[in-house]
T-cell receptor, first 112, second 111 residues
Framework: DAGITQSPRHKVTETGTPVTLRCHQT?????MYWYRQDPGHGLRLIHY???????DKGEVSDGYSVSRSKTEDFLLTLESATSSQTSVYFC???????????FGDGTRLSIL | KNQVEQSPQSLIILEGKNCTLQ??????????LRWYKQDTGRGPVSLTI?????NTKSNGRYTATLDADTKQSSLHITASQLSDSASYIC??????????FGAGTTVTVRA
């Protein structure tokens, strides 16, 4: 498996609280991505990063922010969690945008 | 809007049998098409990747085909095993980070 770790793996929290998910990689890959996966939908891109401090929005970025201060870490923050953000969140990495993405094992987030 | 449609949504097969999954897409421009396998509770893992000029690619018992003219792809699983039980996801890309994911086909293999 590619060296990619997501934490926490499971989290339950309440509406209105801030939540931060972490993605850590040991591959020194340039690109990192955050997706959410919901039943009946394909994976949808939230944000991605193409280098340290270089990030951009994906198709479902509202309500989410990201930060990448080091090559190996990509953080996803829900400033004020809502029930619609209950989902499974996946981080992915690749060395360049044309290579297959390697995925972490996901974070299951429940917002009550 | 670029779309990737997969069928069937789910299927059940007996161990040792073959099955074929379908993927139709409207993504344009097109650079490559990938099939991923996702085990329950795990992230997707790449099985095959095909460019515009390739019409078949194999990975063990998995064979993917691509018809770029009709914008259709299929994934054939030969001599299924219990470990093939998973969700199979078709992914199409115009060549950059903007991947378009299908919703997946859930395959259940029974002994």
């Amino acid at each position: 498996d590619a060296g990619i770790t997501q934490s926490p793996r499971h989290k339950v929290t309440e509406t209105g609280t801030p939540v931060t998910l972490r993605c850590h990689q040991t591959e020194n890959h340039r690109y990192m991505y955050w997706y959410r996966q919901d039943p009946g939908h394909g994976l949808r891109l939230i944000h991605y990063s193409y280098g340290v401090k270089d990030t951009d929005k994906g198709e479902v970025s509202d309500g989410y922010s990201v930060s990448r201060s080091k090559t190996e870490d990509f953080l996803l923050t829900l400033e004020s969690a809502t029930s619609s953000q209950t989902s499974v969140y996946f981080c992915a990495i690749n060395p360049d945008s044309n290579q297959p993405q390697h995925f972490g094992d996901g974070t299951r987030l429940s917002i009550l | 809007k670029n779309q990737v449609e997969q069928s069937p949504q789910s299927l059940i097969i007996l161990e040792g049998k073959n099955c074929t999954l379908q993927c139709n897409y409207t993504v344009s421009p097109f650079s490559n098409l990938r099939w991923y396998k996702q085990d329950t509770g795990r992230g997707p893992v790449s099985l095959t990747i095909m460019t515009f000029s390739e019409n078949t690619k194999s990975n063990g018992r998995y064979t993917a085909t691509l018809d770029a003219d009709t914008k259709q792809s299929s994934l054939h699983i030969t001599a299924s095993q219990l470990s093939d039980s998973a969700s199979y996801i078709c992914v199409v890309t115009p060549g950059d980070y903007k991947l378009s994911f299908g919703a997946g086909t859930t395959v259940t293999v029974r002994a």
